[in-house]
């Protein structure tokens, strides 16, 4: 069994971690891949450069020419730019949707009209195509506000503004002066909502669904949530989170509701589709939907998954998704990311990495994110640089364990919260 898994960061390492565990003892492939994955699999560097043509042929040929039985693709640009369709023109089965359907991504203005058209529970909006736009529509809104980026941002494309004038100020920054790139050509003017944020992830193959565990990401750089948004400092996953009513009702009035509007727009969805929900007084609504696995939630669910990970994506590629193949016993866990110099700004690189073998001596693993090897050691390569992953029977068992792992690591300037998980603590105390 061949299986090709696209991406470098600590959410493709997890893929592979956890696929690595299969019965079916497969032989993996990580493109590009990082240190951490060269530890499980065989990195391949394949056509990176050219246009999206050429950069897919490389793709199907390297399947040809491996054999390759299974691709799963990790981030969301590559799906965006639809991989996923090239590779099943081809016959090659995969796990991710098509360039249609990760549109639901993609692009925030054509989310939030799907969600008008298939009444999906969510903020108040307004897209807007020129800055004077936007600017007008704050008229309709109250403080805060908040304005996000239209296009992929990493994670920094939203921007909650206090006051009108930081809400112009972010409109122009997006759209005038283009900081985010092509990225801010449209923003979406939006409702503050107010409750805590909850992933909620499913894997589909379009007809069933597997509802994973609910997790909370943690997105601001500092404690308590402060400072500037980044792509995740950590998650922690339990059960707990929503109950299972709340559970069912999202499953019903969000994630069916959107797949059958997918589909009856001729944009059908396989793979894994992450609800990014604010649990208001009024119910769940939806902030944004990815079309792929969180990054850092995907550490925190795929340590604590068991069962057959491959031969689940091999059910879901086969449009046969087998939920019976995985389950999650109620033990919650953590992933604490551990941040270069500089991050979220423009990281430091470059910086040893030492502690591995001390930090998953008590059951933790580390994933790599940010991370290259060279001459036997380790080295920093990006802002989000490991992601320190823990189990426990309880919440409290799972964070003491991740940080305890988390004090044997060491890089010059490492940055990390210190608070991943406690939301969790105060509401079940």
């Known amino acids: 069994m061949n299986v090709l898994i696209v991406g470098n960061g600590g959410r493709e390492h997890a893929l592979a971690w956890k696929l690595a565990q299969s019965p079916s003892a497969p032989k993996l492939y990580v493109a590009p891949g990082n240190a951490g994955t060269a530890q499980l699999a065989e990195n391949v560097a394949i056509a990176s450069q050219g246009t999206s043509e050429d950069k897919h042929a490389g793709f199907v040929s390297f399947c040809r020419e491996k054999a390759i039985d299974l691709v799963v693709i990790g981030p969301e640009a590559t799906l965006v730019d639809g991989l996923a369709d090239s590779l099943r023109t081809a016959k090659i089965r995969v796990v991710g949707p098509g360039k249609a ?5 993609g692009s925030k203005v054509f989310a ?3 969600f008008a058209r298939n009444n999906i529970p969510t903020a108040a909006f307004v897209n807007a195509t020129s800055a004077q736009q936007a600017i007008d529509a704050l008229d309709g809104f109250t403080y805060p506000v908040v304005v996000k980026a239209d296009g992929l941002a990493a994670g920094k494309g939203v921007i909650i503004a206090e006051n009108r004038d930081e809400a112009v100020a972010a409109i122009r920054s997006l759209m005038e002066e283009q900081t985010l790139g092509s990225a801010g050509s449209q ?5 503050f909502l107010r409750g805590e944020e909850v992933s909620f992830i499913v894997l589909t193959d379009g007809e069933r669904v597997l509802p994973f565990p609910p997790a909370q990401d943690h997105k601001a750089i500092f404690d308590g949530d402060k400072g500037p948004n980044t792509g995740g400092m950590g998650a922690y996953c339990d059960p707990r989170i929503l109950t299972a009513e709340q559970q069912q009702f999202v499953l019903d009035a969000v994630i069916r509701p959107t797949l059958e509007g ?23 609504k939806v902030l944004e939907f990815n079309v792929r696995l969180g990054d850092p939630e995907t550490q925190a669910l795929l340590h604590a998954m068991q069962g057959d990970f491959l031969a689940l994506l091999e059910s879901c590629a086969d449009g046969a998704l087998d939920p019976s193949l995985v389950h999650w016993p109620a033990q919650p866990s953590v992933c604490i990311v551990l941040a270069a110099a500089g991050y979220p700004g423009k990281p430091r690189l470059g910086d040893v990495i030492t502690g591995f ?26 802002g989000r640089v490991l992601g320190v992953t823990a189990s426990g029977d309880t919440l409290q ?6 940080y305890r792992a988390v004090e044997k690591l060491h890089f010059e300037g490492a940055q990390r919260r210190t608070d991943i998980g406690q939301k969790g603590l105060k509401r079940w105390v």
């Open 112 to 114: 939030k009209d799907f």
């Open 357 to 382: 073998t001390e930090a998953e001596s008590d059951g933790a693993v580390v994933f790599h994110a940010g991370t290259k090897l060279s001459n036997e050691e380790i080295f920093t390569s990006g």
């Open 101 to 105: 359907a990760a549109e639901l991504e």
């Open 397 to 402: 068992a799972a964070i003491d364990a991740a």
């Open 187 to 191: 923003v979406v003017v939006e409702e």
């Open 262 to 284: 997918l589909r009856k727009e001729g944009r059908p969805f396989q793979g894994f589709l992450y609800a990014g929900l604010m649990m208001t007084e009024a119910g769940p």
